[in-house]
C-alpha cells in the first residue's frame, strides 16, 4: 500500500507522553542545546571560584551521560576532558617557567634556575623560585578556560551540527555551513581514531602510547584529507558559493546594512560594559545595531530560497533546557543574595575557598537539563542485524 507523502515544511512528528505519562525518546532541538551551553559558559566567564567550576564540570558530566545519543559526535566529550586537562596543564607550565616573583608571605615550593634575558626583553624573568600561591592561581585560571572547553564539548556532543545548519536565516546559509563544517572537525577526528584504533586491535597490534602514535596518526589523516574531498565535492554539485538572482547593487546594500549593524552592535556593549562611555554608545546603538543587522538579513536572504523538510519542533523541553541555561548565567551576573567576592576568592592569604549558595544553585538549576530534556531516541537497529537477533 502506498504512504502518504510529507508535505515540505510539515513540523518533524514528536512523540507525546503515551497512556502511563511517561515521556517516549525524541531528539531535542539542537539550538536548545547550544543556547543551554552558551549561557553556561558566560556563566562559567564570571567565576574562578574552583568550587564553583567543578561543580560546573559534575553538571555537565550528569547532562551529557543523561541525554547523548549513540551517535558518532556524542563520543568524544572525553577527548574534550583531555583537551582541559592539557589546557590546565599549560597555564602552571607557563606560569612556573615565567616567573612573577614572590612576596614574603608566598609559600616557597621550588626554584628554576634563572636564564638572564637582554636589555630589550625586559620585565620577562625566565626561572626562579616558583610559589604554591602563583601555581594556584594560575590553575584555577586555567580551570575556567578548561570550563568553557567543555561547553563547547558539551554542545557539540548533545547536539547534531547538521540539523542546527536548518534553522539558520537564509542569508546565514552560507557562514552557517562553514561553521558547521568547522564544528564537525573535533567529532569527525574522534571518530577515525576510535575506527583506526579499533583496527589495531583486530590486527593484533600491540604498540601502545607514544610508539602506537605514527601507526594512528598516518590514517587519520588519509581519512580527514579523504573526507575533505568527498565535501568539496558534494558541496559544489549542490551548488555552494552560488551569487544567485541578487544584483550587485542589493548585494552592496546588504553589506553596508550588515556593516553599520555590526558596529553599531560593537559600539552598544561597549557602552553597556563602560560606566563612563556617552549615554549614546549603551542602549541606543544596541538598538540601531540590531535593526540594521535585521534589515541586511531580511535583505539577504531574499536571494537565496530553501525549503526545510520535516522541521525540528520547539517545544517545552527546548523551553525549559534553553532557560535553564539562560536563569544560571542571568544569576550569577547580578549578584543578589551572595556576595560577588566570593565568585572571585582570593589567594592571598592562602585559605579554603567558600562556595557561595545561590551560585551553587544556578549551576545545578543548569544541570535539571538533564531531567527536563527528553530521553534520546535509541538507535534504529539494521535490519539484517535484527533478523539475526530475533532468530537467537
Same mark, same amino acid.
Given at each position: 500500500?502506498?504512504?502518504?507523502?510529507?508535505?515540505?515544511?510539515?513540523?518533524?512528528?514528536?512523540?507525546?507522553?503515551? *497512556?502511563?505519562?511517561?515521556?517516549?525518546?525524541?531528539?531535542?532541538?539542537?539550538?536548545?542545546?547550544?543556547?543551554?551551553?552558551?549561557?553556561?559558559?558566560?556563566?562559567?566567564?564570571?567565576?574562578?571560584?574552583?568550587?564553583?567550576?567543578?561543580?560546573?564540570?559534575?553538571?555537565?558530566?550528569?547532562?551529557?551521560?543523561?541525554?547523548?545519543?549513540?551517535?558518532?559526535?556524542?563520543?568524544?566529550?572525553?577527548?574534550?576532558?583531555?583537551?582541559?586537562?592539557?589546557?590546565?596543564?599549560?597555564?602552571?607550565?607557563?606560569?612556573?617557567?615565567?616567573?612573577?616573583?614572590?612576596?614574603?608571605?608566598?609559600?616557597?615550593?621550588?626554584?628554576?634556575?634563572?636564564?638572564?634575558?637582554?636589555?630589550?626583553?625586559?620585565?620577562?624573568?625566565?626561572?626562579?623560585?616558583?610559589?604554591?600561591?602563583?601555581?594556584?592561581?594560575?590553575?584555577?585560571?586555567?580551570?575556567?578556560?578548561?570550563?568553557?572547553?567543555?561547553?563547547?564539548?558539551?554542545?557539540?556532543?548533545?547536539?547534531?551540527?547538521?540539523?542546527?545548519?536548518?534553522?539558520?536565516?537564509?542569508?546565514?546559509?552560507?557562514?552557517?555551513?562553514?561553521?558547521?563544517?568547522?564544528?564537525?572537525?573535533?567529532?569527525?577526528?574522534?571518530? *577515525?581514531?576510535?575506527?583506526?584504533?579499533?583496527?589495531?586491535?583486530?590486527?593484533?597490534?600491540?604498540?601502545?602510547?607514544?610508539?602506537?602514535?605514527?601507526?594512528?596518526?598516518?590514517?587519520?589523516?588519509?581519512?580527514?584529507?579523504?573526507?575533505?574531498?568527498?565535501?568539496?565535492?558534494?558541496?559544489?554539485?549542490?551548488?555552494?558559493?552560488?551569487?544567485?538572482?541578487?544584483?550587485?547593487?542589493?548585494?552592496?546594500?546588504?553589506?553596508?546594512?550588515?556593516?553599520?549593524?555590526?558596529?553599531?552592535?560593537?559600539?552598544?556593549?561597549?557602552?553597556?560594559?563602560?560606566?563612563?562611555?556617552?549615554?549614546?554608545?549603551?542602549?541606543?546603538?544596541?538598538?540601531?545595531?540590531?535593526?540594521?543587522?535585521?534589515?541586511?538579513?531580511?535583505?539577504?536572504?531574499?536571494?537565496?530560497?530553501?525549503?526545510?523538510?520535516?522541521?525540528?519542533?520547539?517545544?517545552?523541553?527546548?523551553?525549559?533546557?534553553?532557560?535553564?541555561?539562560?536563569?544560571?548565567?542571568?544569576?550569577?551576573?547580578?549578584?543578589?543574595?551572595?556576595?560577588?567576592?566570593?565568585?572571585?576568592? *582570593?589567594?592571598?592569604?592562602?585559605?579554603?575557598?567558600?562556595?557561595?549558595?545561590?551560585?551553587?544553585?544556578?549551576?545545578?538549576?543548569?544541570?535539571?537539563?538533564?531531567?527536563?530534556?527528553?530521553?534520546?531516541?535509541?538507535?534504529?537497529?539494521?535490519?539484517?542485524?535484527?533478523?539475526?537477533?530475533?532468530?537467537?
Amino acid at each position: 500500500m502506498a504512504g502518504t507523502a510529507e508535505k515540505p515544511g510539515t513540523p518533524l512528528p514528536t512523540a507525546g507522553p503515551d *497512556s502511563r505519562g511517561r515521556r517516549l525518546p525524541r531528539t531535542l532541538h539542537p539550538v536548545a542545546w547550544w543556547i543551554w551551553a552558551l549561557a553556561l559558559a558566560t556563566a562559567v566567564s564570571r567565576t574562578n571560584n574552583p568550587l564553583l567550576l567543578f561543580l560546573v564540570l559534575a553538571v555537565l558530566g550528569y547532562v551529557i551521560t543523561m541525554r547523548r545519543t549513540e551517535a558518532p559526535w556524542a563520543r568524544g566529550f572525553k577527548y574534550y576532558l583531555y583537551l582541559a586537562l592539557t589546557v590546565v596543564a599549560i597555564r602552571v607550565l607557563f606560569r612556573a617557567v615565567f616567573a612573577t616573583g614572590m612576596t614574603p608571605t608566598d609559600h616557597y615550593l621550588f626554584s628554576l634556575p634563572h636564564i638572564p634575558t637582554p636589555d630589550w626583553y625586559a620585565g620577562i624573568q625566565l626561572g626562579g623560585p616558583v610559589s604554591l600561591e602563583a601555581l594556584l592561581s594560575a590553575a584555577t585560571d586555567g580551570l575556567r578556560l578548561a570550563c568553557m572547553l567543555c561547553c563547547i564539548g558539551a554542545a557539540n556532543t548533545l547536539a547534531n551540527p547538521k540539523r542546527a545548519l536548518r534553522v539558520l536565516p537564509g542569508a546565514l546559509y552560507e557562514l552557517g555551513v562553514a561553521v558547521t563544517v568547522s564544528i564537525s572537525v573535533a567529532p569527525q577526528l574522534v571518530q *577515525s581514531v576510535q575506527r583506526v584504533a579499533r583496527a589495531r586491535r583486530l590486527r593484533a597490534g600491540r604498540n601502545k602510547g607514544l610508539k602506537a602514535l605514527r601507526g594512528v596518526v598516518v590514517p587519520v589523516l588519509e581519512d580527514a584529507l579523504e573526507r575533505s574531498l568527498r565535501l568539496a565535492a558534494a558541496m559544489d554539485s549542490r551548488g555552494y558559493g552560488r551569487a544567485g538572482s541578487a544584483t550587485a547593487g542589493s548585494r552592496r546594500l546588504t553589506g553596508v546594512l550588515m556593516l553599520l549593524g555590526m558596529c553599531g552592535l560593537c559600539a552598544g556593549a561597549y557602552g553597556l560594559l563602560d560606566a563612563t562611555a556617552p549615554k549614546l554608545l549603551g542602549l541606543p546603538a544596541l538598538l540601531a545595531g540590531s535593526l540594521f543587522c535585521l534589515a541586511g538579513l531580511r535583505l539577504g536572504g531574499r536571494r537565496v530560497t530553501r525549503t526545510t523538510y520535516r522541521p525540528d519542533p520547539w517545544r517545552f523541553a527546548e523551553w525549559a533546557v534553553a532557560s535553564c541555561g539562560v536563569l544560571s548565567a542571568v544569576l550569577l551576573f547580578v549578584n543578589l543574595g551572595y556576595d560577588p567576592a566570593e565568585l572571585n576568592p *582570593s589567594i592571598y592569604p592562602l585559605s579554603w575557598p567558600t562556595l557561595p549558595l545561590v551560585p551553587a544553585a544556578a549551576i545545578l538549576l543548569a544541570g535539571a537539563a538533564g531531567f527536563l530534556a527528553p530521553p534520546p531516541s535509541a538507535p534504529t537497529p539494521h535490519p539484517t542485524v535484527q533478523r539475526t537477533e530475533e532468530a537467537a
